[in-house]
């Protein structure tokens, strides 16, 4: 692996100052992070040199950019290792890829009464789209119940198995607590009674190795911009028995096959799902994120991370009146905590003064936080350019918080 002052050097954003001339120190990347030159450059490069649009021209350029995208579709499937391209479908992210499947999966197999089984570790971009097709369908949302460490229950998921689920929705990790979920278990639970799976995979791709066979889930789902790849493109990845049964969530151009005033027949996969013009320089940036990724290895950034991690939990635990939620046993490079006394917002506007991104309030999941009788927290999510000496300046930023709040 590189050392870390090359990678940072490949992230032109984390030399820069914010706040009156205070250096940058970004611990927000649950949220997005950031974009290394190569994909900023290959971005670039698209609208520079090769701007066409896909599937549609017969010429040169259309050629290039036809080309390109469909390479970056190879490329995503060979990283999540995907059986064939078919089975990999672009969308706008990971919000975009549940909402899709929430409606197709819906109006192909969903009748009054069925459940969907979901947990309570959800973003809300993995409990609203099922609601929403709840409602539509008269079906019935279960949840499955987490403990005091931010686990989820497995003998309680195993009760609410019945022959009434159609579908089990979780995520792999937690965006608040960092909790691991144990998909093993959870998948072959669910398929010993013929249940699909989908994983929402925005916290769990760009933390270590994803092998969707070897998972054997039937739906994985991301988003481009969690993992260092542009913003609005996302992946929607189906195992391709079940994409051929679902049908499309969205009309228009590509996706057909035949069009009349009578009837449309629709297109093969994966176009079936790709309606209008799609983000092909955001599907060919994501590719260049990915070809960056796998130069410096994925299990090497994951060691890394957990080094980072281990640091920050021994430091912030250390504070007085710091209570860090989300202990479980699996975790990845994430701490939520608060401040006894202190409120997360002030708390966070100070650090952001001292140049100190992280991020603070209820992080699109509600449920978390009631289930802790908390309004929110502030998150300090970790990734592999963070460095030691910053969780140390987050760690005296808190304390400043605290000598000024308190
Ligand atoms: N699921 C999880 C677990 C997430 O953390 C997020 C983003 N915070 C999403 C879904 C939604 O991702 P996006 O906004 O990129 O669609």
């Known amino acids: 692996m590189k050392n870390i002052n090359e990678i940072r050097a490949d992230f032109p954003i984390l030399s820069r100052k914010v706040n009156n001339d205070m250096p940058l120190v970004y611990f927000d990347n649950g949220a997005t992070t950031q974009k290394p030159k190569c994909v900023i450059d290959t971005v670039s490069e698209v609208y520079a040199t090769y701007n066409a649009n896909i599937h549609r021209g017969v010429h040169f350029l259309s050629d290039m950019s036809s080309e390109a995208y469909e390479n970056a579709r190879e490329k995503i499937r060979s990283f999540i290792n995907a059986g064939k391209k078919e089975e990999v479908v672009f969308t706008s992210g990971t919000t975009g890829s549940i909402n899709g499947l929430a409606f197709s999966f819906g109006e192909r197999f969903i009748k009054p009464g069925d459940e969907i089984i979901i947990s309570y570790l959800e973003h809300h971009a993995n409990i609203v789209p099922w609601q929403m097709m709840c409602e539509r369908k008269g079906a019935i949302l279960r949840v499955i119940p987490i403990n005091d460490a931010g686990e989820i229950i497995m003998a309680e998921y195993l009760r609410m198995l019945s022959p009434k689920t159609r579908l089990v929705s979780v995520t792999q990790v937690s965006n608040v607590l960092g909790t691991v979920l144990p998909l093993n278990e ?71 096959e035949k069009v009349t005033f009578e009837k449309t027949t629709y297109n093969v996969l994966p176009f079936k799902f790709e309606a209008g013009t799609m983000n092909y320089p955001g599907a060919i940036g994501l590719m260049s994120a990915l070809d960056y990724i796998s130069s410096l290895g994925r299990e090497e950034i994951a060691e890394r991370e957990n080094e980072l991690l281990s640091y920050a939990t021994e430091r912030l635990s250390a504070i007085e009146g710091l209570k860090i939620y989300g202990n479980a046993t699996r975790k990845i490079s994430l701490i939520s905590f608060l401040l006894k006394g202190i409120h997360q917002y002030d708390a966070g506007m100070i650090l952001d003064k001292l140049g100190i991104a992280v991020r603070t309030g209820t992080h699109c999941a509600q449920p978390v936080m009631d289930r802790y009788g908390i309004s929110g927290t502030i998150r300090a999510s970790i990734c592999f350019y963070n460095t030691k000496e910053e969780i140390d300046i987050l760690t005296s930023g808190i304390e400043k918080v605290k000598q000024m709040l308190e």
């Not at 481009?224 to 679902?246: F, M, R, T």
């Open 186 to 256: 959870i998948i072959a639970a669910a398929h010993s009674v013929n249940v699909p799976v989908l994983v929402d995979g925005a916290q769990g791709i760009q933390h270590g190795i994803v092998d969707v066979k070897a998972m054997d889930c039937d739906f994985y789902v991301f988003s481009g911009h969690k993992i260092y790849g542009p913003a609005g493109i996302g992946v929607l990845y189906g195992k391709e028995n079940l994409l051929s049964e679902l049908p499309p969530f969205q009309g228009g151009g590509d996706m057909v």
